[in-house]
């Protein structure tokens, strides 16, 4: 069997628990519509940014502790800074400039955007940061997994090579690999398995998986003279 078909016996696995899924997400996008439509009337109307968050009141307690504290430094913020929004994807990441933004500007899009987390930097900027459960776009065109120098399963941008890594994964077992895979199953892991989308990219690390390296065999390794 090859990767290919390992990936489509894993999104049969899958496709039960994917029906949930977008289940779950056709709510979440309900509420969101309703929290921005919300919002809007709100901000429009004039109210105050207290009042405002009383829009968010189902957020959880983390989200909502967060969002107090993000909005408490915000109104702290007394002169027009510079904005930024940055996307960090499962697998990348994109910053965007968003202008030069007053105060009440950028308290707006925090209340409009509860979940994008807020940073100030050094000098001053403002940093919006959504987390994003998707491949970026650069990485739907150039990501492919492989193996590593240290036998680690890792992700490149492009054709595998030392300078190429963008995160890597775990350690592999080697001789439990190539003794349970056929022959070009392992030579196509050597040579790079392209993922398109974030099925695939899961598919192949919960493949994968089965043959990382345990931390105690990792840490035993490392110590041999």
């Not at 949930?20 to 004039?46: C, D, E, H, P, Q």
């Not at 399963?153 to 003794?179: C, M, W, Y």
């Not at 390296?213 to 990792?218: L, V």
């Amino acid at each position: 069997m090859n990767v290919l078909q390992l990936l489509r016996h894993l999104k049969r696995k899958l496709r039960w628990k994917r029906s949930w899924l977008t289940l779950g997400m056709f709510f979440t996008v309900v509420m969101v519509s309703y929290i921005l439509y919300a919002t809007g009337s709100r901000l429009s109307a004039g109210d105050s940014p207290e009042a405002v968050r009383s829009t968010f009141a189902g957020l959880t307690p983390v989200d909502d502790q967060r969002l107090q504290e993000a909005t408490t430094m915000l109104k702290r913020i007394t002169d027009s800074r510079e904005g930024y929004l940055l996307k960090k994807y499962v697998c990348g990441e994109e910053r965007s400039q968003l202008g030069l933004q007053s105060p009440q500007e950028l308290l707006e899009l925090q209340m409009k955007h509860p979940n994008w987390l807020l940073s100030i930097g050094a000098n001053g900027e403002v940093t919006f940061t959504e987390n994003i459960d998707d491949l970026s776009p650069e990485c739907k065109e150039k990501a492919v997994f492989g193996i590593d120098g240290s036998s680690n399963l890792s992700l490149f941008n492009g054709t595998p090579a030392k300078d190429n890594v963008i995160r890597t994964f775990f350690q592999l077992n080697i001789k439990h690999l190539e003794s349970s895979l056929p022959r070009e199953t392992v030579e196509q892991l050597h040579e790079g398995i392209r993922v398109t989308d974030l099925e695939e990219y899961n598919s192949v690390l919960s493949t994968f998986s089965d043959y990382a390296m345990p931390p105690q065999e990792i840490e035993r390794a490392m110590t041999r003279p």
